[in-house]
């Protein structure tokens, strides 16, 4: 079994504290929709596309200017299997201050390419770390999933793909 976690690196030139003020605001890069708190250590919050993925984060680490830390409590995803290969993994944010500004590693522990979804996980998180949420971070605005939108046609291409390779 591998446990090589789905892991991304950007840089940006802006502070490691503009950096983690971008990452506790969820709703600003990734959902639109999330409900629950996103920025203290102990929050919870839900993201979900309706009909393709739900997940309950709990904030487990919050070191400002360093580091965020998200546990996933319960998930399901439709389009696998096993309906909760999530559950019990954890979302990693860490900043390190650049002579330009930050790096960002995005860490997923647990999203390792044994699992049935990591194609289309590892795509998703791709997508909404190196461009939405690096847009949060530069521009103050990201481009989050809006709910009322449905998913996006990257969303759709993503879950082809994944349906295409099972056939």
């Known amino acids: 079994m591998s446990r090589q976690d789905f892991s991304t690196s950007i840089g940006v030139d802006r502070s490691p504290q503009e950096v983690f003020e971008a990452i506790g605001d969820v709703r600003g890069w990734w959902s639109a929709g999330v409900r629950g708190g996103t920025r203290e250590l102990g929050d919870v919050f839900v993201f979900e596309v309706d009909?393709?993925?739900?997940?309950?984060?709990?904030?487990?680490?919050?070191?400002?200017?360093?580091?965020?830390?998200?546990?996933?409590?319960?998930?399901?995803?439709?389009?696998?299997?096993?309906?909760q290969e999530w559950v019990g993994t954890d979302v990693r944010f860490e900043i390190t201050p650049t002579a330009e500004g930050s790096e960002l590693r995005f860490t997923h522990a647990g999203l390792t390419p044994d699992v049935e979804c990591y194609d289309v996980c590892a795509g998703?998180?791709?997508?909404?770390?190196?461009?939405?949420?690096?847009?949060?971070?530069?521009?103050?605005?990201?481009?989050?999933h809006v709910p009322e939108d449905g998913i996006t046609e990257y969303e759709q291409d993503l879950l082809a793909g994944h349906v295409a390779s099972e056939v």
């Open 51 to 83: 009909g393709v993925h739900r997940s309950t984060m709990r904030l487990t680490e919050v070191v400002p200017g360093e580091r965020v830390v998200w546990h996933v409590d319960d998930a399901w995803l439709s389009f696998v299997a096993d309906t």
């Open 124 to 144: 998703a998180w791709g997508m909404y770390v190196a461009e939405s949420l690096r847009r949060r971070i530069e521009t103050g605005a990201g481009t989050p």
